[in-house]
């Protein structure tokens, strides 16, 4: 979503505003601001109603003498260090005297006491005193989407380090998986492009993949991939692959009852591991810390690691993410799944900041616990 609004420099800062979380008895309030500071991309009642009762959400009501003033609404990505500022509001009348500085200031205090270290958001580009704003505040542009908002117009998409240091810089591209299987597919994707410019991506060649690395079988739907089949799939294509693995045996058959898929699971499973064996593919059984891990990317190495989906998105599958960047702290993780009812775009999956010890917890999946690194380097 956007701003619209215009602040005077030098303008007191937002002086005798009241700001409070707002409440499913302020959505009446919440649609007057939005009605009276919008004629598009609107958020409705319904959405009002489901952000207000999100655990994912945070709303911030800013009132001046008892009357509604203003709102930001925050998203929050769960177990990573990521915020997104994804809807802000001042109507016209209370715009220039310093409210929205205030606000905004209140938005960031909010996400930083959530241990977000990184604010995200998106603006009209043709909107110049939001961008001023937002400048001012200490944002700065990322990226542009092409016809973003309802009329065509583009979003420059900005964001705001939480902290002292600079937010860490992506320099790994991000693709977006378009199915629901294809998570491993996509992160692999991204490693190609990232260690060769020239492979062309697209859809083509993320199922291709997802050919070339599936079990056959999950569950129920489409088969995932294995560490071993992405492994194969890149080291085809002339990377470098080790495989970390834990414990070693077949994956993704615990809860497969049917005793004839459960054998064919087995024996894919197996031909991809002497294929493996076959293209020099290193394995271990001892998986990478986050800090090991940290020192292997700082040395030019990229990792797909498997997560469990419930410790971001509350859902309970196996989810592969590639892990592109670090500091001090934190891994850097690019998510393919977008994730949040349709409300997140790549803004929101890119780059997010994972503290060391999220990282841990949410770096395994099922019972008794797996752990799957694939270490990629250039060939």
């Not at 960031?108 to 043709?126: Q, T």
Request: proline share 6%; glycine share 8%; hydrophobic share 40%.
């Amino acid at each position: 979503m956007d701003i619209s609004l215009d602040i005077p420099s030098g303008t007191p800062d937002g002086a005798g505003l009241a700001l409070r979380p707002a409440t499913p008895d302020d959505l009446s309030a919440l649609l007057d601001i939005e009605n009276s500071c919008f004629t598009q991309d609107r958020i409705s009642r319904r959405s009002f109603r489901r952000f207000l009762e999100s655990a994912g959400a945070s709303c911030i009501l800013a009132s001046l003498d008892g009357r509604p003033a203003g709102y930001a609404l925050l998203l929050f990505r769960s177990g990573t260090a990521l915020a997104r500022l994804y809807s802000f509001a001042m109507i016209p009348e209370m715009r220039g005297r310093g409210h929205a500085r205030a606000l905004l200031a209140a938005a960031e205090a909010d996400a930083f006491a959530r241990d977000r270290i990184v604010l995200r958001l998106e603006v009209r580009e043709d909107n110049a005193p939001a961008r001023r704003l937002y400048e001012s505040a200490g944002y700065r542009a990322h990226g542009r989407v092409a016809n973003y908002y309802e009329d065509g117009c583009a979003a420059l998409r900005m964001e705001k380090p939480l902290r002292d240091a600079a937010a860490q810089r992506s320099v790994v591209p991000y693709f977006a998986q378009t199915t629901e299987f294809t998570c491993g597919p996509s992160c692999l994707m991204m490693a190609l492009k990232h260690f060769d410019p020239q492979t062309e991506t697209g859809e083509r060649l993320e199922l291709r993949l997802w050919r070339e690395a599936t079990t056959i079988y999950l569950a129920s739907g489409h088969g995932g991939c294995g560490p071993f089949g992405l492994a194969v799939a890149a080291a085809r294509r002339g990377l470098r692959a080790e495989v970390r693995l834990t414990p070693p045996g077949h994956l993704f058959i615990s809860s497969v009852r049917d005793p004839d898929k459960r054998r064919v699971m087995e024996i894919v499973q197996d031909d991809y591991r002497a294929e493996a064996a076959g293209l020099g593919i290193a394995v271990s059984e001892e998986q990478l810390c986050a800090r090991d891990l940290a020192r292997e990317l700082a040395g030019g190495a990229l990792a797909i690691v498997l997560i469990s989906e419930y410790r971001m998105l509350g859902r309970r599958g196996p989810h592969w993410v590639l892990v592109q960047g670090e500091d001090a702290g934190h891994l850097f993780i690019h998510d393919p799944w977008l994730g949040y009812e349709g409300y997140e775009t790549p803004q929101d999956a890119a780059n997010l900041p994972v503290p060391d010890a999220e990282f841990e917890r949410m770096a395994r999946w099922g019972k008794p616990p797996v752990r799957a690194q694939i270490i990629l380097r250039k060939g």
